[in-house]
């Protein structure tokens, strides 16, 4: 008999605030995260614009003692943790331990410390830097210093899968916790804006702005020409339902399903991505035992590149059929930009809000109907609606599609 | 409950190119350590590690795939699994978006980067140009070998610092017995990163000469690289294809120490409940395991609590358990370490044969048990726990046994 899995505790760190409350209260009011960045000299490129994380006072959750140490991922994702395990409220004497597990999807880490460092190694004598500057700069030292701090001991998992790596973090601990190999699972991910990464995305034609068009966030526009990247980190507290309820843990809603497809390489056809895209949301689906029509909302994956937010459209319109037309679809990454190897976890998050608040985001920046986009979208102002569950898209540049179902708790 | 069952294995080590010599090269004790080749290590005070050598693909693919040659260890060892398993020229029949990929690596995209940024030191970020940009992500390694072979189903790629290829191994595991896939291609890579190099060099944890787990006079580990590729399928899929059975993996356990960012828990304490849940999953008793294949690194730190922790999950029974440290051999590979020693626990399964703890010279009353010092040892193995405990705490045991 498979357990259920429930959330029992949200952390935060995003450009819309560095709390529950900030992030929502930004989101549904239609704010957005980005702005021009301040922590690169972008001088030499087009794009400018980002979602950065601004205020984040690590301190307050982490205390200064060893601050200097930690890397900006480390700092993100233990904030981010401390703030989920507090909502949650766990115990913190160590009691939990053994039945806690952590894991976490980041596609590079703390990659830009990492290079940093070897640029102190070529420049420098290597053999007389400091040990501590290699303290935190493993791509996967972030997840390690949250297993120390809260002495978490039933496993650590740093999962790297690109643009889905949150979403297959969080599909993994729900499987965990399902299979009963954990009762508490931290999970999530975590992703920071550094000059390696903006040019890998800069280089690869993904980003907006460049060759003259507008520089935007404009997920399913027909002005959409890219996206903007994002830092953060989005962590929600999986727990097994039982060990919840006798707790008396507040819940915030249950994981139902996962699923995930991989088109494997850039060598398909556009109707191939599409039938990948479908069956990684049909798997997700069928793993929850949800049929499409009890489907509420979607929070979608596009984040503006002109032929995957086409992809998902078509995918969704494919999957739900005449359905589809009214099932509202809301795209987060309007608010807040590309985050990358968290961006799902920040969906799922979004998600769950509007579960509890059945109040879902309105897509920004948008302003004109591309007519490949036949969907419902959630539009000029919140929409309210009760949800009870709800699906959220994961879709991968590479090729990789993962979904979760999302319900409302419920005995 | 389907079985789990390895129908293909592929290697690229310090000791040998492919299954063949490495295993000629295991089974013989010999030494993969070399004078670093891959960068100057003058200004280091160690000049040692174990490179892969002589390795070459062929021509078609060195035009393809130049910048990264992870990559190319991944490819030659997941094409010589998948040759063994039969999978290599795909059957026709088979539908393949049930084929998984899952590889595990420390440090995967720094190789070509650090080449890059030595060519221009004078800024951070002028080394980049657009090949990079397109390969080194980590996920670069599934998309390029899901690629090459038509892997079509779900991947993942397990960055777990040295426990990484036996995460990626127990990932397979459960989805092969949700019955998510038929195959999964499993393994881990690595190179020797200069960052990491210093890294490990800084923590004063390279041997200078050589790599003696176990011995009293340990100086620390060796930085090895390579690749290992093992091919998981469920049992019926493998019978239907009436291909050969190489071994069963019967189980895995995970942990974390959650206790220091780089030193082992002095106790054990991860490295116990890792062996136990491992055993508790395989359905096995302390008594049913006769070879340990051990993380054994040649640290002080992590063979004096490994010997601790063996000892107090099979307790009496240690003592009679062959432990050997293939590391002594080709040194410590990081990510693709547990991938590896996998594959070395298959061999051991298929030819009776225990590979040796090499350069062991001087007992440690710390550590006491049976590490099969110096020479190959015949005996018949049926259940083999493999273990791999990393910095940081992340730890990972699989266990493989012979298919009854």
């Known amino acids: 008999m498979k357990k259920r899995v429930v959330v029992t505790g949200i952390g935060i760190v995003s450009p819309l605030g560095c709390s529950k409350e900030d992030f929502w209260s930004n989101l549904i009011h239609g704010k957005s995260g980005i702005a021009p960045m301040t922590t690169l000299d972008l001088s030499p490129y087009t794009c400018k614009l980002g979602g950065e994380v601004r205020d984040l006072k690590p301190e307050v959750h982490l205390g200064s003692k060893g601050l200097k140490y930690l890397n900006k991922g480390t700092r993100f994702?233990?904030?981010?943790?401390?703030?989920?395990?507090?909502?949650?409220?766990?115990?913190?004497?160590?009691?939990?331990?053994?039945?806690?597990?952590?894991?976490?999807?980041?596609?590079?880490?703390?990659?830009?410390?990492t290079t940093d460092y070897f640029y102190e190694i070529i420049r420098n004598n290597p053999s007389?830097?400091?040990?501590?500057?290699?303290?935190?700069?493993?791509?996967?030292?972030?997840?390690n210093y949250v297993s120390v701090i809260f002495k978490i001991k039933g496993l650590a998992r740093t999962i790297s899968a690109g643009f889905t790596s949150s979403t297959d973090a969080i599909g993994n601990a729900f499987n965990m916790i399902r299979k009963n190999m954990a009762k508490v699972i931290v999970t999530g991910g975590v992703e920071q804006i550094s000059i390696d990464l903006y040019l890998i995305f800069y280089l690869r034609g993904l980003l907006s702005g460049l060759n003259g068009t507008k520089e935007s966030s404009m997920p399913f526009d027909r002005e959409r020409n890219g996206f903007i990247m994002a830092e953060g980190s989005f962590i929600v507290i999986l727990e097994e339902l039982q060990h919840a309820l006798e707790r008396r843990a507040n819940i915030y809603a249950e994981i139902k399903g996962f699923g995930n497809s991989f088109v494997g390489g850039k060598k398909y056809s556009m109707d191939e991505r599409i039938r990948r895209a479908e069956r990684a949301m049909h798997d997700a689906m069928e793993d929850a035992e949800i049929k499409k029509e009890h489907i509420d909302l979607i929070s979608a994956h596009a984040n503006g590149c002109?032929?995957?937010?086409?992809?998902?459209?078509?995918?969704?319109?494919?999957?739900?059929?005449?359905?589809?037309?009214?099932?509202?679809?809301?795209?987060?990454?309007?608010?807040?930009?590309?985050?990358?190897?968290?961006?799902?976890?920040?969906?799922?998050i979004s998600t769950i809000m509007s579960i509890n608040t059945s109040n879902i985001p309105h897509i920004i920046n948008y302003s004109e109907k591309d007519p490949e986009i036949n969907l419902h979208l959630t539009l000029e102002k919140p929409l309210e609606k009760e949800i009870q569950n709800a699906l959220v898209n994961n879709m991968d540049y590479d090729g990789n599609n993962s979904?979760?179902?999302?319900?409302?708790y419920g005995k | 409950m389907s079985k789990i069952v390895i129908t293909g294995l592929g290697l690229v080590t310090p000791v040998g190119i492919g299954i063949r010599e490495?295993?000629?090269?295991?089974?013989?004790g010999k030494n993969g350590a070399n004078d670093m080749k891959s960068f100057d290590t003058s200004q280091y005070k160690v000049h040692r590690s174990c490179e892969v050598k002589n390795f070459h693909l062929d021509v078609e693919l060195e035009n393809q795939i130049k910048e990264n040659t992870i990559h190319k260890y991944l490819y030659y060892a997941a094409r010589e699994a998948l040759q063994e398993s039969g999978l290599l020229y795909g059957e026709n029949n088979l539908n393949r978006e049930r084929f998984g990929i899952a590889i595990g690596t420390l440090a995967a995209e720094l190789t070509p980067h650090e080449r890059l940024m030595r060519r221009d030191t004078s800024k951070k970020d002028n080394g980049f140009d657009k090949i990079v940009a397109a390969v080194y992500p980590p996920n670069s390694i599934t998309n390029v070998l899901a690629q090459y072979f038509q892997f079509e189903g779900p991947t993942m790629v397990s960055l777990n610092a040295c426990s990484s290829g036996n995460h990626a191994i127990a990932w397979a595991y459960d989805l092969l017995v949700e019955n998510k896939v038929d195959v999964v291609m499993v393994g881990g890579g690595d190179m020797i990163p200069q960052t990491e190099f210093t890294h490990f060099h800084n923590l004063k944890a390279l041997a200078p000469e050589r790599c003696q787990p176990f011995d009293k006079n340990r100086q620390g580990l060796m930085i090895g690289e390579g690749a290992g590729v093992l091919i998981m399928e469920r049992y019926e899929f493998a019978k239907k294809r009436n291909v050969s059975i190489i071994a069963e993996m019967a189980g895995y356990g995970l942990s974390c120490d959650g206790f220091h960012m780089t030193a082992p828990h002095p106790e054990g304490e991860g490295a116990?409940?890792?062996?136990?849940?491992?055993?508790?999953?395989?359905?096995?008793?302390?008594?049913?395991?006769?070879?340990?294949?051990t993380h054994g690194t040649g640290t002080p730190h992590n063979d004096k609590t490994e010997t601790t922790a063996i000892k107090r999950v099979f307790k009496e029974h240690a003592y009679k358990i062959p432990c050997s440290s293939t590391k002594s051999m080709i040194g410590h590979l990081m990510g693709a370490a547990s991938a590896v020693e996998s594959v070395v626990c298959c061999l051991v399964l298929r030819h009776g044969i225990i590979p040796p703890t090499i350069n062991y010279e001087t007992p440690d009353p710390d550590c006491d048990l049976d590490y099969v010092p110096n020479v190959a040892r015949e005996l018949k193995v049926n259940h083999i726990v493999n273990?791999?405990?990393?910095?940081?705490?992340?730890?990972?045991?699989?266990?493989?046994?012979r298919m009854g």
């Open chain 2, 387 to 401: 273990n791999s405990f990393a910095f940081g705490g992340n730890n990972a045991t699989t266990i493989f046994s």
């Open chain 1, 77 to 113: 994702l233990g904030s981010a943790a401390k703030m989920a395990l507090n909502d949650a409220k766990l115990p913190e004497d160590g009691s939990l331990s053994n039945q806690m597990g952590i894991v976490i999807g980041s596609s590079l880490g703390n990659f830009s410390e």
């Open chain 2, 272 to 293: 116990v409940k890792c062996m136990s849940d491992a055993l508790k999953m395989a359905g096995l008793q302390e008594t049913d395991v006769s070879y340990i294949n």
């Open chain 1, 306 to 348: 002109k032929i995957q937010d086409s992809i998902e459209a078509k995918a969704i319109r494919s999957l739900f059929g005449i359905n589809s037309s009214n099932i509202p679809v809301s795209a987060v990454k309007s608010n807040i930009g590309e985050a990358y190897g968290t961006a799902g976890a920040a969906q799922l």
């Open chain 2, 22 to 28: 490495s295993w000629e090269s295991f089974i013989h």
């Open chain 1, 128 to 143: 007389e830097l400091s040990p501590m500057l290699s303290y935190d700069v493993a791509l996967n030292s972030s997840i």
């Open chain 1, 403 to 408: 979904c979760l179902v999302v319900s409302k």
